[in-house]
């Protein structure tokens, strides 16, 4: 069926028909407070572009909705928080089907469960070009302190939850004409790039324990995201690139093209795990209990005093921080 034959009302009601009351239909959601609840609230926002952040010809619908929530989530993750309710702006064009948008927020409302976010509302417009789908997200702190990432402080440890580049790579391997549906390290790359995991239990669980002293979701590439975290924090890092862990998928789609998995670690972006700090006493600790939670943590370096800079050792010797990450203006990646 088109769009246009439900109309904009039509296919906000026929979209949400199952969603409970309160949520949809009036000028705003309105829903209790979580229950004893008092930690300061958190609130982001992240928006997903057709042929930017995702392609039809590489994503399914309930692939693209799925994502939407958890980038999303990952946010609040990174600042150990619990999500709780999004608003989603969507913008379709007349290339899209009721169907298609139909198994767009079937996407959405599996991974909302995963995480217990509330879909409560949003807001419809026709694009001229494309689908832009953007969900604003609010959540709430559990430790004492929003989990930044401005309190990293020489000596501690950098450390990340998860091997990286999968995402990178899962999209270079579809790029290049590759079948996504196979029960592979290959196949898991592809998965973790049409319906990336937010590390919401593994923020959770470093913020409770207050184990963590900064965080960051890693969206942007680990050079990004490790700058991010030494220039708010007024800090310089040594980072060992043999220390960086790599999805054994990545690895096997980077020999196949040709590639560099690393390249993808540091550049790619949208791995989504955790980069956080931590005093190096903890880190057994954190070992434990993340891998008890089915993350497979490493640690990849050290917080270093400023005047040290920024610094990557390689097999050849110590080198300046590798520049970039991606950037929407810069033509994705400098
Ligand atoms: N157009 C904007 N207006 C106001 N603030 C913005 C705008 N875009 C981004 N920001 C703010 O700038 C900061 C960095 O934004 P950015 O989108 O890079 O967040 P991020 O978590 O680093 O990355 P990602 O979007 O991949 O999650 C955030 O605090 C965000 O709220
Ligand atoms: C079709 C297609 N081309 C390229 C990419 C890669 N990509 C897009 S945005 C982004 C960074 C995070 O964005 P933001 O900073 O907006 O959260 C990355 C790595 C993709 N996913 N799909
Ligand atoms: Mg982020």
Request: aromatic share 8%; with cysteine.
């Amino acid at each position: 069926m088109k769009i246009a034959e439900l109309g904009e009302f039509g296919l906000i009601e026929y979209l949400t028909r199952n969603w409970s009351p309160g949520l949809v239909g009036d000028d705003a959601a309105w829903l209790p407070l979580p229950p004893g609840e008092q930690g300061p609230m958190l609130f982001t926002t992240d928006m997903m572009l057709e042929e930017v952040h995702f392609s039809r010809r590489f994503s399914s619908a309930y692939d693209i909705g799925w994502k939407a929530v958890a980038v999303n989530v990952s946010d609040i993750a990174a600042m150990g928080g619990e999500p709780w309710t999004a608003v989603i702006s969507l913008g379709a064009d007349s290339s899209w089907s009721v169907a298609e948008l139909e198994e767009l927020y079937a996407g959405m409302q599996a991974a909302a469960e995963i995480y217990g976010v509330v879909l409560a509302g949003g807001d419809t417009v026709k694009s001229r070009q494309g689908l832009i789908l953007n969900l604003a997200l609010t959540g709430w702190q559990r430790g004492p302190q929003p989990l930044g990432r401005d309190r990293a402080r020489p000596g501690q440890l950098l450390a990340v939850t998860g091997p990286l580049g999968a995402s990178a790579a899962g999209l270079a391997w579809l790029q290049a004409g590759g079948e996504g549906d196979c029960a592979t390290q290959v196949g898991e790359a592809v998965t973790l790039h049409r319906r990336p995991r937010a590390q919401l239990a593994a923020g959770r669980w470093l913020a409770e324990r207050q184990l963590a002293t900064a965080a960051n979701d890693i969206s942007d590439g680990l050079a990004r995201e490790v700058l991010e975290i030494c220039t708010a924090s007024g800090v310089g890092c040594q980072v060992e690139a043999t220390a960086i862990p790599i999805h054994a998928g990545a690895r096997s789609i980077a020999r196949t093209l040709g590639k560099d998995a690393l390249e993808w670690a540091f550049r790619g972006g949208e791995d989504f795990q955790l980069l956080f700090t931590c005093a190096e006493a903890d880190w057994h600790q954190i070992e434990t209990g993340l891998t008890a939670l089915g993350c497979q943590p490493a640690r990849i370096g050290r917080i270093t005093p400023p005047e040290q800079g920024m610094r990557l050792l390689t097999e050849k010797g110590p080198e300046p921080w590798p520049a970039g990450g991606y950037d929407h203006f810069t033509g994705g990646k400098e």
